[in-house]
């Protein structure tokens, strides 16, 4: 089996107590990075982190991912310099743009220049760290005497862009220093990620041995392989139809899945019916990893063949913390690192 750098884990639906508890199983069976998501409407990143840092010592904690509309890039600045403070300087900042039909149509934000909103706040958050006082005058954002009023434990920080398209992609390559690729990246699109952030990193002169490739990877698993598969694919339906106004976006056009399969499953959607009938065996294999042990291990090791060094399994498919947790120790984690 090809080899990964790190095993990671992430959850969105779970009570911050229960975040907290699965971040301690996480440190003890060896995952090396607990993420966590935020998206608007859920449970705040920083407040879970923080609770998950101050009870781990050695694992490392990412917020994954925040985007610089609903928090500025000095809040951004303030909230992770105290996480790294809680967690002795083991935290990773996850920046993405957002969606904007939740920041912009629900929140009333404006959202504009997604790719130089982040460049940006990559930028500011940067030399606030180092310990500058910033006038920052952008496309975007325009700050004077921005200054972290602390001196947090490191005064350069890791920073991974969960972005998706060409441009951002390269942008992740020059600025940032990993990828935390989408749910439902195919080995296809993983390396259409990695071809556009290398010509990122060519451009601006570094070196791709420290650029981590990380990404979500939704994963049902059991002894059943039929009934673990069945068990992903409403979640499969879902996010295939809300791509519906986007149906040739790279994600799936890297892939091969038909622009109007991916139209129909929408238009199914929008009449009020999640098209689970419409998830082939096919789509499964390529965007997940589920089923019996040996298959996820087959279909994790093409993610890990096309250049996914660090696998995030994220649980939305029903398995249960302590029972992801385990299981993937169990059958994957022994034969990928």
């Known amino acids: 089996m090809p080899k990964v750098r790190e095993f990671g884990i992430g959850f969105e639906n779970l009570a911050a107590r229960d975040q907290v508890k699965s971040a301690r199983l996480a440190e ?3 995952y090396g990075t607990f993420w966590v998501p935020e998206d608007p ?3 705040g990143a920083f407040t879970i982190a923080s609770a998950a840092a101050a009870a781990t010592s050695t694992i490392r904690v990412g917020i994954g991912v925040i985007n610089p509309y609903t928090r500025s890039p000095s809040t951004i600045a303030m909230e992770f310099g105290a996480l790294e403070e809680i967690s ?3 935290s990773i900042l996850g920046i993405g743009a957002g969606i904007k039909e939740w920041i912009e149509d629900r929140l009333g934000i404006t959202y504009v220049r997604p790719t130089a909103a982040m460049r940006e706040t990559i930028e500011v958050v940067r030399r606030m760290f180092r310990g500058e006082q910033v006038n920052f005058d952008g496309r975007v ?3 004077h005497k921005l200054a972290l009023s602390f001196k947090p434990p490191r005064t350069e920080i890791p920073i991974h862009l969960g972005v998706m398209g060409p441009k951002n992609l390269e942008m992740a390559g020059e600025s940032a220093d990993g990828l935390l690729l989408s749910i439902m990246s195919s080995p296809a699109y993983i390396r259409f990620a990695i071809e556009h952030a290398r010509k990122g990193l060519q451009k601006a002169g570094r070196d791709a041995a ?3 490739i990380g990404g979500y990877v939704l994963c049902s698993m059991g002894d059943d392989d039929r009934a673990a598969r069945e068990a992903i694919k409403p979640l499969i339906a879902m996010m295939t139809a809300l791509m519906a106004p986007q149906p040739e976006h790279a994600l799936f056009a890297t892939a091969g899945l038909d622009p109007d399969v991916i139209r129909a499953m929408g238009a199914s959607l929008a009449r009020g019916e999640v098209p ?3 998830v082939t065996d096919w789509m499964i294999d390529t965007f997940t990893i589920a089923g019996s042990p040996e298959r996820c291990r ?3 090791a093409k993610m890990v063949d096309a250049g996914l060094t660090s696998p995030t399994l994220f649980d939305l498919a ?3 913390p302590d029972r992801l947790l385990r299981e993937v120790h169990k059958h994957l984690m022994p034969h990928f690192l």
């Open 28 to 30: 003890e069976l060896g």
């Open 318 to 320: 029903g398995m249960g």
């Open 141 to 143: 954002f325009r700050n």
């Open 210 to 212: 420290g650029f981590e």
């Open 88 to 90: 002795g300087g083991r």
């Open 276 to 278: 689970v009938s419409m």
């Open 298 to 300: 087959e279909n994790l």
């Open 41 to 43: 409407f859920w449970r």
